[in-house]
């Protein structure tokens, strides 16, 4: 009995595997469409949330603690300082009125800005970010009044 066994020969085209420059470059293209359709969606969804986040600081922890503040000693401080170490004047003191004891600081990593009386509050208090810009009194402003 004999065994026939047959060479398989491959072309030397079929035994290469891998993208042609005209596939990589289809490739490429449609990534780049779709980046260029993506991206403007997204780019201002850090600031948005920046936004946001410093609006829920005023209108909530910080708002919480002043209030807390107030209802303990039937005034509101005078610096956001007196929330985490106790003025000479508040004698029902109850704080820190913030866990960790340290006063948040705004997205951009400023401080808020208080003012008892408020400027556009003057029966109460003006909490305020400056914003992305870093200034106060310009457009970006974020407080706790109705602009």
Known sequence: MKIEMKQLTVSPRTSRRGFTLVEM????????????LVIPKIAGTGERARVTAAMADINGGIKSALGQYEVDN???????????????????WHGPYFDPPKLPMDPWGNNYVYYF???HNPNSYDLLSVGPDNKEGTDDDIGNWSK
């Open 25 to 36: 470059l289809l490739v490429v293209t449609i990534i780049g469409i779709l980046a260029a």
């Open 74 to 92: 039937g005034f509101y401080p005078k610096t956001l300082q007196d929330l985490i170490q106790a003025p000479s004047n508040a004698r029902n």
């Open 117 to 119: 009386p408020g400027k």
